[in-house]
T-cell receptor
Framework: DADVTQTPRNRITKTGKRIMLECSQT?????MYWYRQDPGLGLRLIYY???????NKGEISDGYSVSRQAQAKFSLSLESAIPNQTALYFC?????????????FGPGTRLTVL | QKEVEQDPGPLSVPEGAIVSLNCTYS??????FMWYRQYSRKGPELLMYTYSSGNKEDGRFTAQVDKSSKYISLFIRDSQPSDSATYLC????????????FGRGTSLIVHP
């Protein structure tokens, strides 16, 4: 079984729709992250959470919101999707009690906004 | 200028070649240096991890860090078609809560 899972894996939606991407992990890690990946731009951090009560904005948080429902679950929402939010989205986890640096990534969600 | 610069490639080499992938950075506070490998339609996975300067070897892979030049490298010996992937460098510091800053990734193609 995958340690970090993301649902859905693919999603096509229309401009203005609300979208939620979900991430679950069985690694027992306390830290979770949401990234988007665009061709030529690499991975950019959207939001991160160091524990259930800790939420922080990343490099590109505008237009996004998150919820950390439990240590194992971290959801990303697009309140009103727009075409330039078309991208590959990755959830990642890390363990602060370890090196704190190694991140484990989910398989990604390919989101298309028409 | 981005904190971490990485040539996106693509880099195309024949099977068996020695591959050199590189990143430069501007933040002298970076202490932890990582290389991730990402296959098409997959999430990145950690390949090599180095603390501070020096070399680290793992099988056909060698990671080098030169903090004085703010330059890191990943060498792949005897490259195989299965090494074809995008390689992302990443670096972090304790001052940044260990959150990594990623390079844009270099696409590597190893042809038989």
């Amino acid at each position: 079984d995958a340690d970090v899972t993301q649902t859905p894996r693919n999603r096509i939606t229309k401009t203005g729709k609300r979208i939620m991407l979900e991430c679950s992990q069985t690694k027992g890690h306390d830290r979770m992250y949401w990234y988007r990946q665009d061709p030529g731009l690499g991975l950019r951090l959207i939001y991160y959470s160091f524990d259930v009560k800790d939420i922080n904005k990343g490099e590109i948080s505008d237009g996004y919101s998150v919820s950390r429902q439990a240590q194992a679950k971290f959801s990303l929402s697009l309140e009103s999707a727009i075409p330039n939010q078309t991208a590959l989205y990755f959830c990642a986890t890390s363990d602060s009690s370890g090196s704190g640096n190694e991140q484990f990534f989910g398989p990604g969600t390919r989101l298309t906004v028409l | 200028q981005k904190e971490v610069e990485q040539d996106p490639g693509p880099l195309s080499v024949p099977e068996g070649a020695i591959v050199s992938l590189n990143c430069t950075y501007s933040n002298s506070a970076f202490q932890y240096f990582m290389w991730y490998r990402q296959y098409s339609r997959k999430g990145p996975e950690l390949l090599m991890y180095t603390y501070s300067s020096g070399n680290k070897e793992d099988g056909r892979f060698t990671a080098q860090v030169d903090k004085s030049s703010k330059y890191i490298s990943l060498f792949i010996r005897d490259s195989q078609p299965s090494d074809s992937a995008t390689y992302l460098c990443a670096m972090s510091s304790s001052g940044g809560s260990y959150i990594p800053t990623f390079g844009r990734g270099t696409s590597l193609i190893v042809h038989p």
